[in-house]
């Protein structure tokens, strides 16, 4: 989009949040009227960048993306604090470098954490050494130390219980599809029947596998 | 390029925070894959859960089964709670997604499937739209618009009857307030009228749309100071702040539990409000409705 000179940017902005204002707290109109004016502000030449100087680029990046995402929360909230005597962008502006100090303020240095990308995630993922974790969880479905896992079964089918349908999605990797195939009873049965009983387990669950 | 045609979407930067609780939900998973999943999985979540928080909903993510370690383990699960209204889920969807894929584990218990596109930094995540029936994928153009859903959430909201009864014991819902913040002095002073000194007051904008231009109206609920086996309602519609009459033909009616209107009235040229005056039994439910032209708004209430 093609910023539209700055006069009537301002003013497309200002109607916009006179116009979330008089729409009721909590109706769809203001909804959505507050999530094209949050559009519109990013999309604006004039928003800030608070302290830029003085951070790398790449942590820059990351406290900047956390200031604006508590100014948009800010805005929403306090919409009917904003004075239409000032510009929108004024306003914006100085909400931003108090987000941005308190950022900095929460997460000075030793708090900042590194965020993975979509191509790093399988391999930042597999730094937690998994393997006995999935240890853990084989061992308890083939010992099921109370014998509460097999307690219940799909109705007509003294086969397929909640031990069973586990051990074939997570030690043998089947697919509920592929269970659905094998054992001619439809995914919804199948997650239905194995998420009750997971909720059911959960106290049983929670000793052996936290 | 034209932004008129285009659906309403909405973008949140995904930094420390959203990170720092995905990456503690990853932890103790089975496998790189099952940890990768759970940590897009949270992202999505934390982007809807962020979106309805800006937008006054009362969210509970921590009491949701995509916080519950034990859970994650054995279910594919990205769900979000929200108070009174249910459990909405979000799915993500990688950059280059033209599907929505839903898996079987969640067709069950949710009020909506939201579809949630991330980028490949993992720095921004966009709503999209959403479902209220699963498939096993959805194409993303066969998805409703994010006004769609904010029509959707509203109604649900509204759809909850206000609880008068609690009102007595001073905990009253949002979206309502003192008349004072409302109305104009003189129709504060004219809703009194017909009201002891102590009765209990509270009024709520409502919104009739287009059918009203620029005009807003109020509807204020008055209560006795205590609640009775029998309670003393009265309901009245008022224009808001610098208007000093309804337009005609505003139509108030009261419905029974079985939405057979038992109660109407309408205003006329120059009517400063309008009002209805009526008991209802402790642990009744009946339906103010507010109507102009072709539009209306209803409210259900329980004393």
């Given at each position: 989009?093609?910023?539209?000179?700055?006069?009537?940017?301002?003013?497309?902005?200002?109607?916009?949040?006179?116009?979330?204002?008089?729409?009721?707290?909590?109706?769809?109109?203001?909804?959505?009227?507050?999530?094209?004016?949050?559009?519109?502000?990013?999309?604006?030449?004039?928003?800030?960048?608070?302290?830029?100087?003085?951070?790398?680029?790449?942590?820059?990046?990351?406290?900047?993306?956390?200031?604006?995402?508590?100014?948009?929360?800010?805005?929403?909230?306090?919409?009917?604090?904003?004075?239409?005597?000032?510009?929108?962008?004024?306003?914006?502006?100085?909400?931003?470098?108090?987000?941005?100090?308190?950022?900095?303020?929460?997460?000075?240095?030793?708090?900042?954490?590194?965020?993975?990308?979509?191509?790093?995630?399988?391999?930042?993922?597999?730094?937690?050494?998994?393997?006995?974790?999935?240890?853990?969880?084989?061992?308890?479905?083939?010992?099921?130390?109370?014998?509460?896992?097999?307690?219940?079964?799909?109705?007509?089918?003294?086969?397929?219980?909640?031990?069973?349908?586990?051990?074939?999605?997570?030690?043998?990797?089947?697919?509920?599809?592929?269970?659905?195939?094998?054992?001619?009873?439809?995914?919804?049965?199948?997650?239905?029947?194995?998420?009750?009983?997971?909720?059911?387990?959960?106290?049983?669950?929670?000793?052996?596998?936290? | 390029?034209?932004?008129?045609?285009?659906?309403?979407?909405?973008?949140?930067?995904?930094?420390?925070?959203?990170?720092?609780?995905?990456?503690?939900?990853?932890?103790?998973?089975?496998?790189?894959?099952?940890?990768?999943?759970?940590?897009?999985?949270?992202?999505?979540?934390?982007?809807?859960?962020?979106?309805?928080?800006?937008?006054?909903?009362?969210?509970?993510?921590?009491?949701?089964?995509?916080?519950?370690?034990?859970?994650?383990?054995?279910?594919?699960?990205?769900?979000?709670?929200?108070?009174?209204?249910?459990?909405?889920?979000?799915?993500?969807?990688?950059?280059?997604?033209?599907?929505?894929?839903?898996?079987?584990?969640?067709?069950?218990?949710?009020?909506?499937?939201?579809?949630?596109?991330?980028?490949?930094?993992?720095?921004?995540?966009?709503?999209?739209?959403?479902?209220?029936?699963?498939?096993?994928?959805?194409?993303?153009?066969?998805?409703?618009?994010?006004?769609?859903?904010?029509?959707?959430?509203?109604?649900?909201?509204?759809?909850?009857?206000?609880?008068?009864?609690?009102?007595?014991?001073?905990?009253?819902?949002?979206?309502w307030q003192a008349i004072e913040q409302l109305l104009s002095i003189e129709k504060v002073e004219l809703a009194y009228m017909f009201r002891d000194a102590v009765n209990i007051t509270l009024g709520q904008q409502i919104d009739l749309g287009m059918e009203l231009g620029?005009?807003?109206?109020?509807?204020?609920?008055?209560?006795?100071?205590?609640?009775?086996?029998?309670?003393?309602?009265?309901?009245?519609?008022?224009?808001?702040?610098?208007?000093?009459?309804?337009?005609?033909?505003?139509?108030?009616?009261?419905?029974?539990?079985?939405?057979?209107?038992?109660?109407?009235?309408?205003?006329?040229?120059?009517?400063?409000?309008?009002?209805?005056?009526?008991?209802?039994?402790?642990?009744?439910?009946?339906?103010?409705?507010?109507?102009?032209?072709?539009?209306?708004?209803?409210?259900?209430?329980?004393?």
């Open positions: 989009m093609v910023a539209p000179p700055g006069d009537d940017f301002d003013r497309q902005l200002q109607k916009l949040a006179i116009e979330a204002q008089q729409h009721p707290p909590q109706s769809s109109q203001r909804l959505q009227t507050l999530n094209k004016l949050i559009n519109e502000i990013w999309q604006s030449k004039q928003l800030g960048h608070p302290q830029s100087g003085l951070w790398l680029p790449n942590v820059y990046e990351d406290l900047y993306n956390e200031a604006r995402q508590r100014t948009m929360l800010e805005i929403c909230q306090n919409i009917d604090k904003y004075k239409p005597q000032y510009p929108v962008m004024a306003w914006v502006n100085s909400l931003l470098r108090y987000q941005f100090i308190a950022v900095v303020n929460d997460y000075n240095n030793n708090r900042i954490i590194s965020l993975p990308s979509l191509d790093d995630l399988e391999r930042f993922a597999s730094q937690e050494d998994p393997l006995d974790d999935a240890l853990l969880v084989r061992r308890f479905l083939q010992d099921d130390p109370e014998n509460l896992l097999q307690a219940e079964s799909i109705r007509g089918r003294p086969d397929v219980t909640f031990k069973i349908l586990a051990w074939a999605r997570f030690v043998e990797d089947y697919s509920w599809d592929e269970l659905s195939k094998n054992l001619g009873i439809s995914p919804q049965t199948l997650c239905s029947f194995f998420n009750r009983n997971l909720r059911n387990l959960m106290p049983y669950l929670n000793r052996y596998l936290q | 390029m034209s932004k008129v045609t285009e659906n309403l979407t909405f973008a949140v930067p995904l930094s420390f925070e959203a990170h720092s609780i995905a990456q503690q939900c990853c932890k103790h998973q089975p496998s790189p894959q099952k940890a990768k999943q759970v940590y897009l999985n949270t992202l999505a979540v934390y982007a809807v859960d962020f979106y309805l928080r800006c937008q006054g909903f009362d969210t509970n993510w921590c009491q949701s089964d995509s916080r519950n370690p034990v859970m994650l383990k054995f279910i594919d699960v990205a769900d979000l709670n929200i108070k009174y209204l249910g459990k909405l889920e979000c799915r993500p969807v990688l950059p280059d997604a033209e599907v929505c894929h839903i898996p079987p584990d969640v067709w069950e218990n949710r009020i909506g499937y939201v579809a949630v596109r991330l980028n490949q930094s993992l720095k921004e995540a966009t709503l999209l739209g959403f479902t209220e029936k699963p498939a096993k994928e959805i194409h993303l153009s066969q998805l409703q618009s994010l006004e769609k859903f904010t029509e959707f959430l509203c109604q649900k909201r509204q759809s909850e009857p206000v609880n008068l009864r609690q009102w007595f014991s001073g905990i009253i819902e949002a979206g620029e005009q807003s109206l109020a509807l204020v609920v008055m209560l006795p100071p205590e609640p009775d086996s029998e309670v003393d309602i009265r309901v009245q519609v008022h224009p808001m702040k610098g208007q000093t009459f309804l337009p005609p033909g505003v139509k108030l009616m009261v419905m029974d539990e079985s939405g057979e209107t038992v109660l109407d009235t309408e205003s006329r040229e120059a009517d400063n409000f309008i009002q209805l005056h009526f008991s209802a039994e402790l642990e009744e439910r009946f339906t103010v409705a507010v109507a102009l032209g072709e539009t209306s708004v209803k409210q259900d209430f329980v004393i």
